[in-house]
């Protein structure tokens, strides 16, 4: 292993595995809205039509849908309760699961968000099955101008070894779909990934020819693989071991095929359109989440809420939060998150950090931004830090820890909701109380 590879791998280590260490079982409520309002509310709809094994996100087969109904109203309800709050965001993303199962409950949901807040912009994420005129008249009818589709891969051999072949359709299917999208919303993404277990060379290039002299969508997002805990057993299973030594070549690759026609807005997604942000988490400094399985970040505290759908629905109902799992950052790791996440957009302001840490950014991160200079992941100048090409891939790498810490964490809130139930009932109001006061008092 490299020396870049083995600091990199101690920076990771102690930047995120503090970060996912959750107080879990304690029962939080949204602040209200201060000087600093998000401008990003995220949406999670759990529901799909078939598990792929390598997704490691919060979702369930929709088997009724009568229950997914039910699920809708909750998740409307906890819309509400943001707006009750004093929160306006302006920016939504919808993820799932699959948030077009059911398009009629999709646009129903939309339409009260845009009655509550001041709604610019709306990105839904999608399967290539759904990329038919019935599901787009409901995303148009809600205002949604921005769809992105899972791909994954064009290659049939891949797709059904993925699991996705029968339940999404064929490569040639799927080019198809989205060749009618094209020119629907104001921007089509597509997301692929990289460094499956059995993906090779050639197919990566195929992949690559396909989106850029047959489809040309206006945003593709390359995500590399990333698995779980419990998805790398399954995908073991069902599709194999992928090689990490292809990992950074099919990069190389990715970047020499596609920067010819796109801009880099994160380090894995690529935009014909400037401004087009692919991550919500990197879009805005704080975030609201709504749904079962939903991430918020506000004033330097991290929430969840509870990945039981059925205790989702139960404690929006009766406790009007369904929020249970809470951390709660130092100041030292709001600056560690704020680099890690602002840098995978490419590009940090350093002159807006040092004005949110009163003049301390620099002085709190000393010693990673002398690591990241010296091993030749970052550039600088007075107003501007930005990740090198060689730093590019290394935030991909980066990125993908954390975002597979936070699958570790999905995990582990799966297995804790038998106990959530018993635990807030045992909670008296005056502890909640204390709580939302604790975590109100955090700068």
Known sequence: MRLREKLLGTFLHNTFTRLMHFDL?????????????????????????????????????????????????????????????????????????????????????????????????ISVETNPNHLND???????????????????????????????YDAYG???????????????????????????PGQTEGSLHEDLRILLDEVGVDQVSYYPLMTSSHTAH?????????????EEAYYDLIRSRLDSEYGLSSVWCFSRKQGMVDEYIISDSSYIGAGSGSFSYLDGVMYSNTFSIKRYQQFIREKGSALTAVRSLSRDEQAHYDLVMTLFGGSLDKLEMEHKYDGRFAKLLWRELDLLYALGLITHDAET?????????????????????????????RRHVGAELSTLNNKSAASLVDLQQSQASIS
């Not at 194999?240 to 292809?246: A, F, K, L, T, Y």
Request: with cysteine; hydrophobic share 40%; charged share 25%.
């Open 25 to 121: 079982g304690n029962l939080a409520f949204l602040p209200d809205a201060s000087s600093a309002r998000p401008d990003v509310l995220y949406i999670h709809i759990p529901f799909c039509e078939s598990l792929c094994p390598f997704c490691s996100f919060h979702r369930v087969l929709l088997k009724n849908t009568d229950d997914a109904r039910e699920y809708f109203e909750s998740l409307r309800q906890e819309i509400r309760l943001v707006a009750e709050k004093g929160h306006l965001p302006s920016i939504v993303y919808v993820g799932g699961g699959t948030p077009t199962v059911m398009p009629d409950e999709l646009e129903k949901t939309l339409e009260l968000v845009q009655s509550l807040f001041p709604v610019r912009q």
């Open 134 to 164: 019935d599901v787009f008249t409901h995303l148009k009818a809600a205002g949604v101008n921005r769809l992105s589709t899972g791909i994954q891969s064009f290659d049939d051999d891949l797709l059904k070894r993925m699991g996705r």
């Open 170 to 196: 064929s490569g040639r299917e799927n080019i198809e779909r989205l060749l009618h999208a094209q020119g629907q919303f104001d921007t089509v993404n597509a997301d692929m990934i990289f460094n499956l």
């Open 234 to 246: 399954e995908m073991k299973r069902s599709m194999g071991i992928p090689e990490p030594v292809n």
């Open 385 to 413: 830090i930005k990740l090198t090409r060689r730093g590019q891939y290394d935030w991909v790498v980066l990125m993908r820890e954390f975002f597979i810490g936070v699958d570790n964490f999905r995990d582990e809130m």
